[in-house]
Nanobody, 122 residues
Framework: QVQLVESGGGLVPAGGSLRLSCAASGRTVSRYTMGWFRQAPGKERDIVAATNWNGDFKYYSNSVKGRFTISRDNAKNTVYLQMNSLEPEDTAVYYC???????????????WGQGTQVTVSS
């Protein structure tokens, strides 16, 4: 089993930055695809970014491309989401997820964190 714990969320003004972290425990996720998803109130959970096990392949949704960066440190069993130029539309609960195969679909992930709230004020 893999346990994922997100941290780094909070309240930030528009234009600001936050760095989310997702620490994995239970087993190494160095060979797993890692993804970040978000869910805003009243909306479905959508993918934000994903990276394959060694970072060679990365995906970003159109809404965050150029502003967010996903990275991972396999030695620390941790994945990060650097979020810059934040907008009020980025307000959501952000979830970290791990999957055995590369996927940009929610169904492709096997393990999920509990989520961290990101609120961007206008």
């Amino acid at each position: 089993q893999v346990q994922l714990v997100e941290s780094g969320g909070g309240l930030v003004p528009a234009g600001g930055s936050l760095r989310l972290s997702c620490a994995a425990s239970g087993r190494t996720v160095s060979r797993y695809t890692m993804g970040w998803f978000r869910q805003a109130p009243g909306k479905e959970r959508d993918i934000v970014a994903a990276t394959n096990w060694n970072g060679d392949f990365k995906y970003y949704s159109n809404s965050v491309k150029g502003r967010f960066t996903i990275s991972r440190d396999n030695a620390k069993n941790t994945v990060y989401l650097q979020m810059n130029s934040l907008e009020p539309e980025d307000t959501a609960v952000y979830y970290c997820a791990a999957g055995k195969f590369y996927s940009t679909s929610e169904q492709g992930y096997d393990y999920w964190g509990q989520g961290t709230q990101v609120t961007v004020s206008s």
